[in-house]
T-cell receptor, first 113, second 111 residues
């Protein structure tokens, strides 16, 4: 089956720890995205990548880091510098060529204890 | 910010009624997309309308786009309890590479 997966589904972190959220896609998409969603809110863009070994900051990149070493994978690290990391994190991918929709993973809910 | 804004924030209707939600945005777009999100889940793409299109249909969904008013509407006809979800509009930046989501309309369809 083609799709986009995220793991883990739930993640708990102690203050001061870095954690890495996984995102994998087998849709052969060039572009990948990370969004943050807070309760009752829309999605805010953290980072996006249009091609392997390249990525750009979104609107709320502070306290986050990413890598794009493989086309299929776009992991997000939430660092201790992110002051309010408790949120729902969504990864998406998109084929290039203009008018294409994004495909979303099921999300990871991160809670800081 | 180019972020879209949906209206209303919440909508409660009876099964069988139509549901209309609106989206406004601020800058020029290439396309506008509508997504659905069930509670605690990822988003699912519903429909995409290009900036040179005025109306598009997909099953029970009808989307309109008015670029002069920078607004779009999503109509769900003959709603079902299973349509209960949050609905988001997303607009792209002019280079297609970034997308901006509104805060969503929470639809509750009562059986």
């Amino acid at each position: 089956d083609g799709g986009i997966t995220q793991s883990p589904k739930y993640l708990f972190r102690k203050e001061g720890q870095n954690v890495t959220l996984s995102c994998e896609q087998n849709l052969n998409h060039d572009a990948m995205y990370w969004y943050r969603q807070d309760p009752g809110q829309g999605l805010r863009l953290i980072y996006y990548s249009q091609i392997v070994n390249d990525f750009q900051k979104g609107d709320i990149a502070e306290g986050y880091s990413v890598s794009r070493e493989k086309k299929e994978s776009f992991p997000l690290t939430v660092t201790s510098a992110q002051k309010n990391p408790t949120a729902f994190y969504l990864c998406a991918s998109r084929g290039t060529g203009g008018h294409n929709e994004q495909f979303f993973g099921p999300g990871t809910r991160l809670t800081v204890l | 910010s180019q972020q879209g804004e949906e209206d209303p924030q919440a909508l409660s209707i009876q099964e069988g009624e139509n549901a209309t939600m609106n989206c406004s945005y601020k800058t020029s777009i290439n396309n506008l997309q509508w997504y659905r999100q069930n509670s605690g889940r990822g988003l699912v793409h519903l429909i995409l309308i290009r900036s040179n299109e005025r109306e598009k249909h997909s099953g029970r969904l009808r989307v309109t786009l008015d670029t002069s008013k920078k607004s779009s509407s999503l109509l769900i006809t003959a709603s079902r309890a299973a349509d209960t979800a949050s609905y988001f509009c997303a607009t792209d930046a002019e280079n297609f590479n970034k997308f901006y989501f509104g805060s969503g309309t929470k639809l509750n369809v009562k059986p």
